[in-house]
């Protein structure tokens, strides 16, 4: 059994030194380099099976160190395992992000080109541009004089509740 727990341990020192690799890799190798991880950590998982067969076969007095070193082995294995999940997502998302930033940035948006849309369908429908300012100038003042007049409600509102009172 303890060949075999020593290679695992060794593996498992192995496997994260190559953690740090994922950080510093290039696109191209990145996948290359999960793979290999991925794979060394799968050959963990199935040496710490054979390890956990094994330590069930120890002697009474050594029985319960070996399980709870195989156990500790089998912890470290799923916190490399969780941590190569982790690094995937995070790398997905950004790629995700990545895609959508080129396309949000391929397309055109200009709001002079939607005002002149506007324009050309009035100017078809027989308004003029001098229409369509005091359109906007009117859209303008509406706005403000529907700020004024709740204002002007609220005013008259506070002032009904305090002569009430």
């Known amino acids: 059994m303890e060949p075999l ?18 950080e510093t890799a290039d ?23 054979r390890l956990e067969i094994l330590s069930s076969k120890e002697p ?11 156990d500790q082995l089998k912890y ?14 995070r790398r997905y998302a950004r790629e995700q992000q990545e895609r959508q930033r080129e396309e949000l940035l391929s397309r055109t948006f200009t ?12 100017n078809m429908l027989g308004l003029s541009n001098t229409v369509m300012r005091l359109i906007e100038k009117r859209a ?4 403000y004089l529907m700020i004024g007049g709740m204002l002007l409600t609220c005013v008259v509102m506070f002032l009904v509740v305090q002569y009430l009172t």
Not at 27 to 46: G, P, R, T, Y
Not at 60 to 65: F, G, L, S, T, V
Not at 76 to 89: E, K, P, V, Y
């Open 111 to 122: 709001t002079n080109g939607t005002q002149k849309k506007i324009l050309d369908i009035a």
């Open 27 to 49: 696109k191209q190798s990145l996948h290359l380099v999960e793979k290999e991880i991925q794979a060394s950590i799968d050959q963990v998982f199935s040496r710490l099976e």
């Open 140 to 143: 303008f003042q509406d706005k």
């Open 5 to 22: 727990y020593q290679q695992t341990h060794k593996q498992v020192h192995e496997i994260q030194s190559h953690m740090g690799r994922l």
């Open 76 to 89: 470290d294995a799923q916190h490399l395992q969780t941590a190569l999940r982790n690094f995937q997502h």
């Open 60 to 70: 009474p007095n050594k029985k319960q160190n070996a399980k709870l070193r195989v």
